[in-house]
């Protein structure tokens, strides 16, 4: 019998606080069920090739026009931003250097995964909710397929790959940004700009980055598609299936950030 | 009562079930179904709606589990089945969803290959695109390999849905409401097909439906779902030669008296 696909639902919104801690656990290990279950699955033949690069390019593609602007936008406005303040201790040479430890630490990795949330996570929570809601993975599972692993694995290993390169292009975007204010202002050379953006960054720099990008990969797929796999109640059901991957992995994110920070600060 | 079908095997029961009972929080759907499915029978299920007959064959295909009783399918129990198990009989059994469930990402082509690419591995690809057309021609829609769900109208992605579980060669027909929705004309056609599927892939189906001209055409064998068990059992005019209140106006509403 397949008891992989049952969950333990949560209690209802309205209920008392104390059985909405309890739904909160419940929740918390329906999560962690699913978590194993991909671990369990996706590393298993047969394997969907074919779908996950498909999935890599929906998630490229879904993202990439709203990801090249805001990095390249973040990286102009943090660097007019923080002129004045440099300006004062007449360090305005050291701008370059401030502006890849902050895009490339903490900006890109972090803008990236907030704005794949909103647009990626959401459509995979739609998507797979309203999947669930007209019986096509039911379909999936009585045709002796296994739909955990096609719309699932796929897309968490798809998000998982290719939010870090999202999130390197961002950075080097944000540098662009940054080298055209320093251009119009300072005059700086690119090669001299480009000299005094890397001569800061460390390798566990770059580490931390890739880390946390993965990090924030596989949290927005794996919030997303559990969010869509076990949506109910309709087209209600494909609108709270997408909220909530969106508002769960961006909170989410935000704690993972602080904790991958911490960490990444006693290896320097 | 002769309608081109193959004949009925009243020895070999392909789908057993006793005393099943399944609730929903406290409603209590199905207290304690009884029924036997014999090779080459079309047995309709018919009821009001919210009677569990849906829930009947969701979990006879693995979909939901049974509170209590025993369901044996094709001599499997299917609570006692490992996952690999139940994957390996699935594919004995086809599933014809009420809404057709047909993927609406996929062409009509990328529907039928879906299941039979995954079930099949070694499968070559001539294999696969005679298997496609063979289903195709079988529910007469040959012509719409390319198209994607949304451009079809109602009965063809019946006819759709139908064909994506016959390209695994099922022995065992599931239909959820084969023509809830449909217009009479395309209802005829879907009761013709389902006949035909019996025939040509010598399958034994549980038809669950409202529709009397459906249980009419279709069905040797018409079973009456009321109050959670089983009311009435036996062959169209069997079940409704009563004045049995709650039977009655099904008849007497389909057939306008």
């Known amino acids: ?268 | 009562m002769d309608k081109g079908k193959a004949p009925i095997d009243y020895t070999n029961a392909v789908i057993t079930i006793k005393g099943l009972k399944k609730s929903f929080d406290d409603q209590h759907v199905l207290r304690g179904i009884d029924l036997e499915l014999y090779q080459g029978e079309n047995l309709v299920v018919l009821g009001r709606s919210g009677t569990g007959k849906s829930v009947l064959i969701k979990i006879i295909s693995g979909l939901l589990k049974a509170d209590k009783g025993h369901v044996e399918v094709l001599g499997k129990d299917i609570d006692k089945i490992t996952d690999k198990e139940l994957q390996e009989l699935r594919i004995r059994i086809g599933f014809s969803f009420q809404n057709s469930a047909l993927y609406d990402s996929m062409t009509v082509r990328k529907n039928l290959e879906f299941p039979l690419v995954r079930n099949r591995r070694n499968i070559t690809r001539p294999e696969i695109d005679n298997a496609v057309e063979t289903v195709l021609d079988a529910v007469g829609l040959g012509k719409t390999i390319n198209q994607m769900p949304a451009e079809l109208s109602g009965g063809q992605r019946k006819r759709i849905g139908i064909a994506r579980t016959l390209i695994l060669n099922p022995e065992i027909m599931l239909y959820d409401e084969p023509t809830a929705g449909l217009d009479p004309i395309t209802c005829i056609e879907i009761n013709e097909l389902i006949n035909e599927v019996q025939h040509r892939y010598k399958t034994s189906s549980i038809i669950i439906t409202h529709d009397m001209t459906c249980a009419k055409s279709t069905g040797d064998r018409i079973a009456m779902l009321l109050d959670g068990q089983f009311q009435r059992q036996g062959s169209f005019e069997e079940v409704f030669k009563t004045n049995d209140e709650r039977v009655k106006p099904f008849f007497d509403y389909n057939f306008i008296q």
């Open chain 1, 1 to 268: 019998m397949d008891t992989e696909n049952s969950i333990i639902l949560p209690i209802k919104r309205k209920a008392k606080p104390q059985k909405r801690i309890t739904s909160f656990f419940i929740s918390l290990f329906n999560i962690n069920k699913f978590i194993l279950r991909f671990f369990k699955e996706a590393f298993l033949p047969p394997y969907e090739f074919k779908e996950i690069i498909r999935q890599c390019y929906e998630v490229g593609v879904r993202s990439f026009t709203l990801i090249s602007l805001t990095g390249f936008i973040v990286g102009l406005i943090f660097t007019k931003q923080s002129r004045p303040s440099l300006a004062q201790f007449g360090a305005n040479s050291w701008l370059p250097s401030l502006v890849s430890i902050a895009i490339m630490r903490a900006l890109a990795p972090l803008v990236t995964a907030l704005i794949a949330a909103g647009k990626v996570g959401s459509s995979i929570g739609a998507e797979l909710g309203s999947m669930r809601v007209t019986e096509q993975i039911d379909a999936m599972e009585v045709s002796g397929t296994k739909p955990f692993k096609f719309l699932v694995c796929t897309r968490v290993l798809a998000t998982t790959l290719t939010i870090p390169i999202l999130a390197t292009y961002t950075g080097l975007i944000g540098l662009l940004g940054g080298f055209i204010n320093v251009y119009t202002n300072e005059g700086t050379t690119y090669r001299t700009y480009m000299q005094q953006v890397f001569d800061p960054l460390t390798f566990v720099d770059f580490t931390a980055s890739l880390i946390k990008s993965i990090v924030f990969g596989f949290t927005i797929g794996i919030v997303g598609c559990y969010q869509g796999y076990y949506s109910t109640k309709g087209t209600e059901g494909v609108g709270k299936a997408a909220n909530g991957a969106v508002v769960t992995a961006m909170f989410l994110i935000f704690i993972e950030e602080i904790v991958i920070v911490q960490i990444s600060s006693w290896f320097r």
